[in-house]
């Protein structure tokens, strides 16, 4: 079949069609790709046509007019671009009505016309921004440029304005993508946390919830609660206290924009017990420590340097009888990443980890580049912290943070 966008591929029979003896009113014109040499000689037309038991069955040739309309992204990009380019990009994320590459270099010189086929393609999407640099800041953005903007509102100032609204896992987010970070790709690691935490799973399909009868929060026995030293927008946060009963999260993010936003969707979704702090990750956790509060569970997500924050707990003055886990996101090889991890969590806390008697497991969180994975590495805080010299300032860490998102790419059919 044709299989094309906004085409049919089944017709009525016109007049000059039909056989004399059968009524083309009760026959139809199965429409088949011209893009092989010859349809025809397929087995399953084959077999069809020379079928005895349906003689009328039979050839037949049908004029459909193919525009630019009834083209997929990548059949445009197929025909598009130059042939010396023997891959083209075939996916973007999609963040609510924004669509954000990953642009190569060699793309640069197309990057417009690949921004703007995107837009006309996709609809719900209204602005398509391309990353034009690596990570390099504490707050984790990076900067990028608008390559097609189909918005109706411009801003007179000449800011991106790029302010949106995601649904993940039945709670909704709204965010600046310019000046937080923020990766759809990660929704699947954000609900294993939060399942991994409330030992419950809850049903994403909001349909699927009501009809279970689970749009009030889900009950959790013991009371659990959560430091979230570096939780962003609430992607944790946000889905702990507004699903889950029983569930306090202090949440922190040192980017005053994230905060605000957090401070928002806490709002947007109906949080209960979630404070909101905007400090040094350290800091924050030291401050949780100082007003006495017993936390379960610590999330760190800042891939690039959040094992180096784990010096926080050298001299760990809490119930050594209730320690935590600890919930470490960082990037790591490809190639025995898992070990790497752990290795680097070890010397940040100052003591070897105990694979068995801490609890260590590493779970691979996905394909960043090449060359390195991201990692979760979950542990209980060990006893051998307890004895350390515990730190009373905290130097800023430098992140060497040189990833590359992969750029999704398939090769030219020949």
């Not at 996709?122 to 707050?139: D, P, R």
């Not at 990028?144 to 790029?162: N, P, V």
Request: neutral net charge; hydrophobic residues 35%.
């Amino acid at each position: 079949l044709m299989c094309k966008p906004k085409l049919k591929d089944i017709y009525p029979l016109q007049e000059d069609d039909a056989l004399p003896d059968i009524d083309h009113k009760k026959e139809r014109k199965i429409v088949l790709t011209n893009e092989k040499k010859d349809i025809y000689e397929e087995p399953s037309v084959k077999k069809l046509l020379h079928d005895p038991d349906y003689p009328s069955i039979r050839k037949a040739t049908h004029d459909v007019i193919i525009s630019y309309e009834h083209y997929t992204v990548e059949e445009v990009l197929i025909r598009l671009l130059p042939k010396s380019l023997s891959e083209i990009p075939s996916s973007f994320e999609v963040v609510g009505h924004l669509a954000h590459l990953n642009l190569r270099e060699e793309y640069h010189p197309y990057k417009l016309l690949i921004g703007r086929i995107v837009l006309d393609k996709n609809k719900g999407i209204q602005v398509c921004v391309n990353k034009i640099g690596t990570i390099q800041n504490e707050f984790r953005t990076f900067p990028m440029e608008i390559l097609a903007d189909d918005r109706k509102k411009k801003t007179s100032d000449g800011s991106m304005d790029l302010v949106v609204e995601v649904k993940e896992d039945g709670c909704r987010f709204q965010l600046d993508f310019e000046k937080v970070y923020w990766n759809s790709r990660l929704q699947f690691e954000h609900r294993r946390i939060v399942h991994y935490i409330t030992g419950k799973k809850r049903p994403t399909n909001i349909k699927k919830r009501s009809a279970e009868n689970k749009t009030e929060k889900e009950k959790v026995e013991n009371r659990i609660v959560v430091a979230d030293a570096c939780a962003g927008i609430g992607p944790f946060a946000v889905p702990l206290t507004s699903q889950y009963d029983n569930v306090e999260v202090y949440a922190n993010d040192l980017n005053p924009i994230s905060y605000e936003y957090l401070k928002k969707n806490a709002s947007l979704n109906k949080c209960t017990d979630l404070k909101t702090y905007n400090m040094d990750g350290r800091y924050f956790l030291r401050q949780l420590d100082e007003e006495k509060v017993h936390y379960d569970h610590v999330l760190m997500n800042l891939p690039a340097i959040a094992p180096e924050f784990l010096d926080v707990f050298r001299g760990w003055q809490g119930d050594y009888e209730k320690k935590p886990m600890i919930h470490i996101h960082c990037f790591g090889s490809k190639v025995g990443g898992d070990e790497e991890v752990v290795e680097r969590c070890s010397r940040s806390l100052g003591c070897k980890l105990d694979l068995e008697k801490d609890e260590v497991s590493v779970h691979e969180v996905r394909n960043v580049s090449p060359k390195k994975n991201m990692y979760c590495v979950s542990f209980r805080l060990p006893d051998g912290v307890k004895n350390l010299d515990r730190i009373i300032n905290f130097g800023s860490i430098t992140a060497n943070d040189d990833v590359v998102e992969p750029v999704s790419k398939k090769a030219r059919s020949q």
